[in-house]
């Protein structure tokens, strides 16, 4: 009996065992065989759904750049091709240049040299035009200022300073002063109308007394990005007279045939007007400057003759950036920071 007990016990342990043995070997062989499938789908998809790097700010110009290539002109072919329209015609939706997509020019700078966007961002507002010359890389830092002078200006002689109308094929920056001496801005009116289905950037047009001092600075400091830059006074940026046009080598022979004035190879955006008497015999800007430093400092006068001298340079050193308290003699008087 026991014998035979010990045979029954024996013959149901193997089954016992089986069993066990299956219990735990099923829930293993799923878990496996999701693992293998958790993974091949993982690498499969991997590549599919990996999002894209986020650019950082210092490929933002890259990025435009890219942009303002899809119209493609010959380095070497400064005659542009002879139908501008057509050149253009893929440039008509592309975005307004800004101030890292302008190019510098031998007669001032871009408007905001290329550097500026490295450097830390400045103060909002400094205490002389010398300071912001020293310590801003933009000339939005003398903006009120420029303002005021541009307003002073367009009191003493209407015609020196016009506004640009507008026009669906023109487009500006930001921060560039759309002005022009009368008989300048009529010719260019003709361009842009002649050329209805092309589109022109300028990256600069009329630039103050203000703003030259300032990119002058940078240039004798070789600082902000600029390398050279014509002392104020002399500019034809401050006549009203120049341009500096993104599409430059496209719209070379439109603007030539309006009697504007294509600079050379070594200043390919820099365009002057050059017809008949449009030379002033003065700097409007200058003296505009001039009537407005005297106007708030009786007590030390300075020669209103136009004339960018020592004596003039040093007021505008201590000039304040955001414009005088007391502004423009003629119509709305403005105020210092409006």
Not at 77 to 106: F, I, K, Q, R
């Amino acid at each position: 009996m026991a014998l035979d007990g010990d045979n029954r016990g024996s013959g149901r342990s193997p089954r016992r065992t089986l069993l066990v043995g299956l219990g735990l070997a099923v829930p293993v062989v799923v878990i496996a065989v999701d693992v293998v499938f958790i993974v091949r789908g993982q690498g499969s998809t991997r590549p599919a759904t990996a999002p894209a790097p986020a650019a950082s700010g210092a490929t933002g110009g890259s990025v435009r750049a890219v942009a303002k290539s899809t119209v493609e002109f010959p380095e070497g072919d400064d005659d542009g091709p002879a139908n501008v329209d057509a050149a253009l015609a893929s440039s008509a939706a592309s975005d307004a240049p800004t101030e890292d997509d302008t190019a510098m020019d031998d007669d001032g700078a871009s408007e905001e040299p290329a550097s500026a966007a490295q450097k830390p961002a400045p103060p909002q507002h400094f205490a002389t035009v010398q300071d912001a010359a020293a310590g801003s890389c933009t000339t939005v830092s003398v903006e009120g200022l420029s303002k005021q002078i541009i307003e002073q200006a367009r009191c003493l002689n209407p015609k020196a300073v016009v506004p640009l109308p507008p026009r669906a094929n023109l487009v500006t920056g930001p921060h560039v002063f759309p002005y022009m001496q009368s008989d300048a801005r009529d010719h260019l009116v003709r361009v842009l109308d002649a050329h209805k289905n092309a589109t022109m950037k300028l990256n600069s047009a009329l630039r103050t007394v203000a703003q030259q001092y300032l990119v002058w600075r940078w240039s004798a400091s070789k600082s902000c990005g600029v390398e050279l830059a014509t002392r104020p006074g002399e500019s034809n940026h401050e006549l009203g007279l120049a341009l500096d046009v993104a599409e430059h080598s496209s719209w070379r022979s439109a603007l030539e045939a309006e009697q504007f004035h294509w600079l050379g190879a070594s200043d390919r955006v820099h365009f002057d007007y050059k017809a008949g008497d449009a030379q002033p015999r003065k700097m409007i800007d200058v003296l505009a400057f001039q009537k407005l430093w005297n106007k708030n400092h009786p007590k030390d006068p300075v020669n209103e003759d136009g004339v960018y001298s020592p004596q003039t340079e040093q007021r505008l050193k201590k000039a304040p950036p955001d414009g005088f308290q007391s502004g423009p003699s003629c119509g709305k008087a403005s105020r210092r920071g409006q």
